[in-house]
């Protein structure tokens, strides 16, 4: 028996430390613990009286994943406007298109189609084989690429820019000639969840971070803008046509052009510049005379509010179809009033902390970019002189977005969150989730976690995960951690289902010293309740009930009261509230509007005349 105790504890002990190493060696492996990373060499020349150019480019791989690649991905997003392709038939059978699409694909002359073709490459020296599928360009290598090991390609390519669709291509409403977005063979992305070469439709983006030297040829006269800095003068670059940018730890590029742009600088910081360019015209020149000071501010704000911009320039191009972010740059139509110029600005710009630098897969968890911009930019235009922008709205600042969301939910259309920002079966859909839906889970917090609790929570998340393509469980752990209360359940019910939220109050029975209030949980989403009591002399008593699945509560206002927990299973919760004698003049839950409450008609009742006060929801 001894023998026997011997060997058991020793295959126990060999059993445990293979686990421990497994277990080790696999967390070691996920992300952030890598991160791909590729730099591009390129030369382009742009013939602008066909609309094409030729590349050539040198790209350096590191794989810095544990897997080996036998083969790549390359985004060629030109192929998208061409009739027949994904992006165009999708436009045609969605049932509500973007009205920039619409059918506009499908009827282009050959002339003005977008591609990328004759694409040559090799790794190493040794030619690679190259499928074009649309806009996707598929490479088998002739070599594996190790684990912490590097390739470098050389491509060489030739393309057409398409007339302007949608964010990219030449010659847009507004006549600015290039807006030169979405415009190279860009490597897709490969993570610990493997590649990400989903064909271009004309939604969201993923990308590796890397450093880049663009050289550009034009003809004399044009004035370019791009991620990046431009290494030499304007004049010079105007006058030879010769442009040069160098940018470092991005994860796209592009650019704009042309000949009637006028440009202005701005120092937000001695570490930062600010650049605006657009086409002079007699009916939208004001706004961008004054649209620099709006946005040094927002500039500010969001270095403060989220965390430092790291980059050492950020330019506003009129250019694309509406407004578009990109690394570095941000491409806006110029026809608008201060307040929508502004408006689009702001939003754009705050892209440049959650898909530039945080950089989610926003085609996976797109909520994660646009959602979390859109709460931003919110908070920000709340407070850069909004007297000057808006009237003030009434539910505050992020009202738009919950009504947004509740009519949806409402409607019976709405999608989880949780859907891939392609496969959405409508474009409202889409809309609604990513952005208005998506900020309400970033407000909504406030009434789980705390406001400021949340607030603090975004710095640390920015800080944490800068650079790191962060994913919803990364979001979620860093809001636990700062408020040391259990989210799966909000997480869960919020971004992978449609359930909503409704509570009620369903009965109120009074004596001299008591009113015990009964409340209802009627929609299927359970959330922690806020219940205010205000008597007729004007006095109030306030009560916070958490969730049991919270373990633990937000930080309570003064004189705020911490309620007993609330199980979930439960959907009625009574509790007795002391009234010393005085009359209750109403009682509401969710004072504060922080929950997407999708009827808010049930949480208020207002007591009137004298005698006993009861009463009842049937």
């Known amino acids: 028996m001894k023998s026997n105790t011997v060997t058991f504890s020793a295959v126990t002990s060999a059993i445990l430390l293979l686990t421990f190493s497994v277990v080790t060696n696999t967390y070691s ?23 094409q150019y030729s590349g050539d480019m ?44 619409g059918d506009r694909i499908l009827h282009l002359p050959e002339d003005e189609w977008g591609w990328i073709k004759d694409v040559e490459l090799t790794m190493n020296g040794e030619p690679c084989t190259v499928t074009i599928e649309e806009t996707i360009i598929v490479t088998e290598l002739p070599a594996s690429i190790l684990p912490g090991g590097y390739a470098d390609f050389k491509m060489t390519w030739n393309a057409q ?8 291509g030449w010659m847009n409403k507004e006549d600015i000639e290039y807006s030169m ?17 989903h064909p271009y439709i004309g939604r969201e983006f993923h990308g590796v971070w890397g450093d880049y030297d663009v050289s550009i040829h034009l003809p004399s006269g044009y004035v370019v803008a791009g991620t990046g800095q431009n290494t030499g003068t304007i004049e010079a670059s105007v006058k030879s046509g010769d442009w040069h940018f160098t940018a470092e730890n991005v994860i796209d590029f592009a650019w704009v052009a042309d000949t009637d ?24 020149d004001k706004p961008w005379t004054e649209l620099p000071r709006f946005a040094v ?36 139509r110029g026809n608008r009033s201060l307040p929508s110029l502004v408006g689009v600005t702001v939003h754009e710009m705050a892209h440049s902390w959650f898909q530039a630098v945080v950089a989610t897969n926003e085609a996976l968890y797109e909520w994660m970019d646009e959602g979390f911009t859109s709460w931003i930019e919110s908070e920000c235009m709340a407070v850069i002189s909004p007297e000057e922008m808006t009237k003030p709205r009434a539910g505050g600042a992020h009202a738009s977005a919950y009504y947004s969301y509740t009519q949806q939910a409402l409607s019976g259309n ?36 705390g406001s400021e609790v949340r607030n603090e929570a975004v710095k640390v998340y920015f800080n944490e995960w800068s650079f790191k393509h962060p994913g919803p469980l ?32 369903h009965e109120v029975k009074t004596s001299r010293d008591v009113a015990r209030v009964t409340l209802e949980r009627v929609g299927v989403m359970p959330m922690p309740q806020d219940l205010k009591v205000t008597f007729k002399d004007g006095s109030t008593m306030e009560y916070h009930i958490p969730l049991v699945i919270m373990r633990g509560n937000r930080p309570l206002a003064d004189n705020e009261v911490l309620s007993p927990d609330w199980p979930w299973t439960n959907p009625f919760y009574t509790m007795d509230i002391p009234t010393q004698g005085k009359r209750i003049s109403k009682i509401e839950l969710d004072a504060n509007l922080l929950q997407a409450d999708v009827n808010r008609t049930n949480n208020f009742i207002a007591f009137k005349g004298i005698g006993k006060t009861n009463f009842i929801r049937e």
């Open 181 to 197: 977005t979405q415009w190279y063979p860009k490597l897709c992305e490969y993570d610990h969840e493997g590649w990400h070469s």
């Open 474 to 505: 990364d979001f979620k752990r860093v809001m636990e951690k700062a408020s040391g209360i259990e989210l799966d359940w909000y997480f869960d019910y919020f971004v992978n289902t449609t359930h909503t939220i409704d509570y009620r109050i």
């Open 58 to 101: 040198n790209v350096r791989y590191f794989n810095n994943s544990p897997d080996k690649l036998d083969k790549v991905f390359w985004y060629a997003f030109f192929n998208a406007f061409q009739p027949g392709s994904m992006m165009d038939v999708r436009s045609r059978n969605i049932s509500d298109p973007d009205a920039r699409v």
């Open 297 to 332: 501010e927002a500039m500010r704000f969001f270095n403060d509010f989220v965390g430092r911009y790291p980059y050492p320039q950020y330019t506003v191009a009129q250019g694309g179809d509406g407004g578009m972010e990109y690394p570095m740059m941000t491409l806006v």
């Open 29 to 51: 492996c996920q992300y952030p613990g890598w991160q791909q990373k590729v730099n591009y060499d390129m030369d382009v020349t742009l013939n602008t009286s066909l609309h």
């Open 414 to 449: 709405e999608e989880a969150l949780s859907t891939h920002a392609d496969h959405y079966t409508t474009n409202r859909a889409y809309g609604v989730a990513a952005y208005s839906k998506g900020e309400v889970l970033m407000e909504q917090l406030g009434a789980v976690i």
């Open 161 to 168: 820019v398409p007339r302007q669709i949608r964010r990219s």
């Open 261 to 284: 742009f006028i440009t202005e600088s701005v120092a937000v910081d001695n570490k930062l510049t600010m650049n605006f360019l657009h086409t002079p015209n007699d009916e939208y």
